[in-house]
């Protein structure tokens, strides 16, 4: 089976990643569990142990190595933006994404009024729901569900937009799924919440390491990713519409007022080496295209990344095709790839998914078992009761004999 040459230098690339080097029972470990969490180049190590060195101080304080902090300040927001859209002043930092999308959904609830609905999606990672349920709970809010199709794993979108009222205030979905890598249209979902004057809240996690994110263009009013998913440290990433930020009854002190909006999410004093690290793995990512400014080698490197994932995606697909008692739950036709990360979920006949995903990790291929938190999506495929799915998830910094070696070791396991 022969490929065309990948855009990127995947074996210079991963000589960044000092963790690709680990070895199990002799032979190199494949990571393949990247929708829970990436590699980490070495740069963001480094950038990360240098404030802890040599910054150890807050902000606002009038000696140099406070000035120092609130230059890391400024660059994280600033690099932020241009990863994620927006503008600096609609960044805000917290400890994981769950957590500001618990900020955001109790913020956005003390605006609504009993009877008020919210849309959420059975795609969804359930850290795009379950604020949703317990703010609706505590307001007497109506939740209301956009349904998938369970034949390829997409989105219903003729559904969900018969579920939009005049009574809808929030329609809550994801960019990307973390269990079967749909990619719904979201530009179709930001125009249709518009439409009835609902706001248009997106969870990027799973979109953000795999294609060039911009909440502006997409047309939602706030966009919420991890920078653990992106080959950066464990925090939690916002970027909210300037206007609707300064609308919100957001709880924080009081001298927040002072702040530009976005920031007001910010309960506290952040992890300053988690904004180093953030800062140097959006500038990884950027070093891997070319253009004269951040955000044009952003948009390179992005196109460079979607070009290599889609012949791995295309690789598994036909590998998973030719493996008896297997079945790939989601889109399986490698003409809609722009529609799909390649991200897979499996399930095998005979076999549990956990019993899959342990056999493969004492031959050093890393997996996910279970339902990732993407509950609804479990559910909607009645695999939920029967311990989910396996999920093998491919980066950038995997190759195409990583998709070989995945499935033959299933082929293996399975005989």
């Not at 791995?312 to 008692?325: D, T, Y």
């Not at 297997?326 to 790839?337: E, F, Y």
Request: negative net charge.
């Amino acid at each position: 089976m022969r490929a065309q040459a990948s855009p990127l230098d995947v074996s210079a690339l991963r000589a960044h990643f000092p963790g690709l080097a680990r070895m199990v029972a002799g032979r190199p470990a494949a990571f393949l569990d990247g929708p829970a969490g990436s590699q980490v180049p070495e740069s963001v190590v480094f950038a990360m142990g240098r404030v802890m060195r040599d910054l150890a101080a807050n902000t606002g304080g009038e000696f140099i190595t406070s000035r120092g902090i609130d230059e890391l300040v400024e660059s994280a927001r600033e690099a932020a933006a241009e990863f994620v859209g927006g503008t600096a002043r609609e960044v805000a930092f917290g400890l994981n994404m769950t957590t500001l999308s618990f900020q955001l959904a109790h913020a956005v609830a003390r605006t609504l009024a009993k009877g008020d609905e919210i849309v959420v999606t059975d795609l969804d990672h359930d850290a795009n729901i379950s604020p949703w349920l317990t703010v609706a709970r505590d307001r007497e809010l109506v939740v209301k569900r956009a349904p998938i199709r369970a034949a390829d794993g997409t989105l219903d979108l003729d559904g969900l937009e018969s579920l939009l009222g005049p009574r809808t205030k929030v329609v809550a979905f994801t960019l990307a799924s973390n269990a079967l890598g749909t990619v719904p249209p979201a530009r179709r979902i930001t125009d249709a919440a518009h439409r009835v004057g609902a706001l248009a809240v997106a969870d990027a996690v799973h979109f953000a390491p795999h294609r060039r994110l911009d909440r502006t263009a997409v047309g939602a009013d706030a966009v919420l990713c991890s920078p653990y998913k992106f080959f950066g440290p464990h925090a939690g990433l916002l970027s909210i519409r300037e206007d609707l930020a300064a609308s919100l009854p957001v709880d924080r002190v009081r001298p927040a007022s002072e702040e530009p909006p976005g920031h007001r999410f910010e309960t506290g004093t952040p992890s300053f080496e988690a904004l180093a690290g953030i800062c140097a793995a959006i500038e990884y990512i950027a070093a891997l295209g070319s253009g004269a400014s951040r955000r044009e080698r952003l948009d390179s490197a992005f196109a460079r990344i979607e070009a290599h994932e889609a012949a791995l995606s295309r690789r598994a697909l036909a590998r998973a095709a030719e493996l008896p008692g297997a079945r790939v739950h989601g889109i399986t036709d490698p003409a809609r790839l722009a529609e799909r990360t390649p991200t897979f979920c499996m399930t095998f006949e005979g076999r549990t998914a956990r019993s899959v995903s342990a056999a493969l990790g004492e031959r050093g291929v890393f997996t996910w078992w279970g339902h990732y938190y993407a509950i609804a999506v479990m559910e909607a495929l009645q695999l939920q009761s029967s311990g989910g799915g396996l999920r093998a998830g491919f980066l950038h910094y995997n190759t195409l004999e990583e998709v070989d070696r995945l499935f033959e070791e299933l082929a293996d396991i399975l005989r």
